[in-house]
């Protein structure tokens, strides 16, 4: 059984930065792709990013480029997203998600999600 | 940069009855490398369909997706009131850059 546990959300204020992690079992982790997705409060899903199974190449949304960032730990099979300068439009659910992927380049769809984790920026 | 666009926004249905979503792409989307998830509140997303009309593991043959090009398409038969949910599409395998479209609610009448 696959599973996929983000954890580090939580309420900050403005400027401020957080970590989440995402804790996966059940696969191979290292040979899959990771994304950030996020879902603000009644909107729709945002794509943030994705890095490659090796952790060497990553992609971000215009949204967050240059204040996120996304790593990974293989030898943990754990996945990160390092936010800073949080503003109030950060405030979502944030899920990581897996996909298949090739020349650490082209990503696949989505088939394993987390069940999310809740980011309040709010001063 | 791939513009998504579902309609309707939302959809009231009675249980039983056919759905029929619509997800429309600004660019032909390679291959047909087409998803479709299912977001019920509360909950995380969970995909349908990939490649347009594969079903994923699981999925009842009720869904089916269909479409080529720039114009897909997700039907639900015999709608149950599990369906009742949000859809979302996406396309995938061209860019590392993704994207979902606005999402379609399918309500109960």
């Known amino acids: 059984q696959v599973h996929l546990v983000e954890s580090g959300g939580g309420e900050v204020q403005p400027g401020e930065s957080l970590r989440l992690s995402c804790a996966a079992s059940g696969i191979s982790f290292k040979t899959f792709g990771m994304h950030w997705v996020r879902q603000a409060p009644g909107k729709g899903l945002e794509w943030l990013a994705v890095?490659?199974?090796?952790?060497?190449?990553?992609y971000y949304a215009d949204s967050v480029k240059g204040r996120f960032t996304i790593s990974r730990d293989n030898s943990r099979t754990t996945l990160y997203l390092q936010m800073n300068s949080l503003s109030p439009d950060d405030t979502a659910v944030y899920y990581c998600?897996?996909?298949?992927?090739?020349?650490?380049?082209?990503?696949?769809?989505?088939?394993?999600w987390g069940k999310g984790t809740t980011v309040t920026v709010s001063s | 940069e791939i513009v998504l666009t579902q309609s309707p926004d939302t959809l009231s249905m009675s249980p039983g009855e056919r759905a029929t979503l619509s997800c429309r792409s600004s660019?032909?989307?390679?291959?047909?490398?087409l998803a479709w998830y299912q977001q019920k509140p509360g909950q995380a997303p969970r995909l349908l369909i990939y490649a347009a009309s594969s079903r994923a593991t699981g999925i009842p043959d009720r869904f089916r997706g269909s479409g080529s090009g720039t114009d897909f398409t997700l039907t639900i038969d015999r709608l149950e009131p599990d369906d009742f949910a949000v859809y979302y599409c996406?396309?995938?395998?061209?860019?590392?850059?993704?994207?979902f479209g606005g999402g379609t609610k399918v309500e109960i009448k």
């Open positions: 890095i490659s199974s090796d952790g060497n190449s990553a």
């Open positions: 660019q032909t989307v390679s291959s047909n490398y």
């Open positions: 998600a897996r996909s298949d992927t090739y020349d650490s380049y082209y990503f696949y769809y989505m088939d394993v």
């Open positions: 996406q396309p995938y395998g061209s860019s590392p850059y993704l994207t």
